[in-house]
């Protein structure tokens, strides 16, 4: 049972243009979302998260959107560069359930020069 | 370098013997977790440990898997008498006290079983 869905297996964007992510969960317990980057061969990293009790949260170029009642959230990049071409997890925390992350199974993002 | 420390990168293993995976957390974080990604698949949470404490060990398998984290040195992930299908890679990660703070990530030690 996927409590986590990311629907798109992969993205390609152009370079300056905006990259739009989406996620899905099914777990109306999830109160904390967070967003990683991970390259082949590497760990993920940690870019940016979202607590419950907000609707968006911004850092940088990088921005999530959370809807609570549609359980969607969304990572938007802009504006989008070659070295953010990577695979993009969404991952979300039940904070009663010992804050083990819950994972999608990730979007390959492609920014083409 | 001050992230989280995996060693080692990469690990073969005959079946049936030991393999040993381990992790040095950021430095000031006491929670660890170990998370599991098989070949096409995402990542699945193992286990929650803080120091001398196993927190959440649902994700683990029930047989041949252990872990450990002491008061001193590096929390280990074990697996005893290994077969092809624990063939992965495994990622730990850390984080600080307090509630949502993101968890950061080592990159990862790839177990493969001939």
């Known amino acids: 049972d996927q409590q986590v869905k990311q629907n798109s297996p992969s993205l390609s964007v152009q370079e300056g243009r905006i990259s739009i992510l989406n996620c899905d969960y099914t777990?109306?317990?999830?109160?904390?979302f967070l967003w990683y980057k991970k390259y082949p061969a590497e760990g993920p990293t940690f870019l940016i998260s979202i607590s419950s009790i907000k609707d968006k949260n911004e850092d940088g170029r990088f921005t999530v959107f959370l809807n609570k009642s549609a359980k969607h959230l969304s990572l938007h990049i802009v504006p989008s560069q070659p070295g953010d071409s990577a695979v993009y997890f969404c991952?979300?925390?039940?904070?009663?359930?010992?804050?083990?992350?819950?994972w999608g199974l990730g979007t390959s993002l492609a920014v083409n020069p | 370098n001050a992230g989280v420390m995996q060693n080692p990168r990469h690990l073969v293993r005959r079946r049936g013997q030991e393999a040993r995976l381990r992790c040095s957390p950021m430095?000031?974080?006491?929670?660890v977790y170990w998370y599991r990604q098989l070949p096409e698949e995402g990542l699945k949470f193992m286990v929650y440990l803080q120091k001398e404490n196993i927190i959440d060990e649902s994700g683990m398998p029930k047989e041949r898997f252990s872990a450990e984290f002491p008061k001193e040195g590096p929390s280990i992930l074990r697996i005893q008498q290994v077969v092809r299908g624990d063939s992965a890679a495994y990622f730990c990660a850390s984080s600080g006290q307090g509630s949502n703070q993101p968890q950061h990530f080592g990159d990862g030690t790839r177990l493969s079983i001939l």
């Open positions: 430095k000031g974080h006491s929670h």
């Open positions: 991952a979300a925390v039940n904070a009663g359930n010992n804050r083990k992350l819950i």
């Open positions: 777990n109306s317990m999830f109160d904390y």
